[in-house]
């Protein structure tokens, strides 16, 4: 066994050491000592508009701004070049600049809380984008440049005011989560089914009475929800979906009979009614 463990190390298998962790500042001021070494900002609460000094940080990588009354973030966020995680969720932000465009390093972005109610066109270039949380902000609508992050994985936006998912969604071929819980969609777009990588769609909370029969053929899915919707029953082929693990139904008014026939379709899914 040790021989194997010794192997398996010497292959790259198992790491030597545990991955480093980065010095947090928490403030500006103890931070400005060494500006070309800080890597880790954290300035949660207690700030009325963005710190223009965070362009003082060339090699920042991970900053959060969490629970903080921003307002209209400002051009200078462009300048945090390296930065590959932003939190700012709760910050009540109302406003991003297209300079935000400029973060090209960056993998994670958490805007949740907040009053947006439009984002900014330069966020198409956000190419290395994996992660975006838009969570309970006012937003109506989803700009069709959210198909041109290749790269993004997962994205939330729950709780907002979207009564529609754009055709373009179907060109960001990297998802493999959607959560659109609790807004006021009524249909989905065809271009959903190029999402050959989506294994969860959250649609719960909202207006369908139906859902497309092409949904069947989204054969990745693994985890559906539609709880709380006007839904009566789902595609007679909804069989098709093999991979399907869970599947929510709860809130909607389902009668007996479809509830056999879910059961018979899909006997290795858990279904909630």
Not at 147 to 158: A, D, F, P
Not at 242 to 255: A, S, V
Request: hydrophobic share 40%; charged share 25%; with cysteine.
């Amino acid at each position: 066994m040790i021989f194997l463990i010794l192997l398996l190390a010497g292959s790259g298998c198992v790491p030597w050491r545990s991955p480093e962790r980065l010095p947090r500042y928490t403030s500006i001021e103890e931070a400005i000592r060494k500006p070309e070494e800080v890597r880790n900002i954290s300035l949660s609460s207690g700030l009325n508009e963005f710190p223009r000094e965070l362009a003082r940080f060339p090699n920042l990588q991970i900053l959060s701004l969490r629970k903080n009354n921003l307002g209209a973030v400002p051009p200078e966020i462009g300048e945090l070049r390296n930065l590959v995680r932003l939190d700012a969720g709760e910050a009540g932000i109302e406003s991003l600049p297209d300079e935000i465009g400029r973060l090209s390093s960056l993998k994670w972005l958490h805007l949740n809380v907040n009053r947006l109610s439009s984002l900014p066109e330069g966020m198409a270039s956000l190419r290395s984008l994996e992660y975006l949380n838009l969570d309970r902000n006012n937003l109506t609508a989803l700009p069709s440049w959210i198909g041109k992050l290749s790269s993004l994985r997962w994205l939330r936006v729950n709780d907002n005011q979207l009564s529609s998912l754009p055709p373009e969604i179907g060109t960001a071929a990297s998802l493999e989560r959607i959560y659109a819980q609790n807004n006021k969609l009524t249909e989905l777009p065809a271009e959903l089914l190029n999402l050959s990588r989506l294994t969860d769609l959250a649609l719960g909370g909202n207006q369908f009475t139906e859902l497309p029969d092409w949904i069947s053929d989204m054969s990745a899915l693994r985890n559906l929800d539609l709880e709380d919707n006007a839904l009566v029953a789902l595609p007679q082929d909804i069989g098709k979906l093999k991979h399907l693990r869970t599947l929510r139904l709860d809130g909607n008014k389902i009668p007996e009979a479809e509830k056999a026939r879910l059961r018979k379709a899909l006997p290795e899914c858990h279904i909630v009614f």
